[in-house]
């Protein structure tokens, strides 16, 4: 897995953030994209608006690379099982703090794969064109 690339207290407890490779980021994306026009204004009407399947992968998503600062080293947040594919580690997580948790990572993700958006930066080298 990834080494953590930002940090965050929620509710009192550290949280660390592992990005997504490239192709789980594009997909990652593709299941929120239905959510991105309302997700500033009202997160929970953003995440009610995906299909079932695609609010549990990005909540899966979004958990499984998030970490805890535990009695002096980072846990694993989330698990693989349950009903949805994932099961929370900690039972003091409850359902706010999970959405704010989820919430910080897709502002982490976003963030990453936006960072050069409404900038002059070109992504791409200039080539001119062979006459």
């Given at each position: ?43 929970m ?34 698990t ?7 099961l ?26 936006f ?17």
């Amino acid at each position: 897995m990834n080494t953590a690339t930002t940090q965050q207290e929620i509710d009192g407890q550290n949280y660390s953030f592992m990005k997504m490779d490239v192709p789980a980021q594009a997909e990652f994306m593709r299941r929120l994209a239905p959510a991105l026009s309302t997700m500033q204004d009202n997160p929970m009407a953003a995440f009610g608006a995906l299909r079932s399947e695609d609010f549990h992968y990005v909540m899966a998503a979004c958990l499984f690379r998030t970490q805890r600062q535990h009695m002096g080293q980072w846990t694993a947040v989330a698990t693989k099982g349950g009903e949805f594919g994932y099961l929370l580690m900690f039972d003091d997580i409850d359902l706010t703090t999970m959405f704010n948790i989820v919430l910080a990572y897709v502002q982490f993700t976003l963030s990453r794969a936006f960072r050069h958006a409404g900038t002059n930066e070109s992504t791409s080298p200039t080539t001119q064109p062979q006459a």
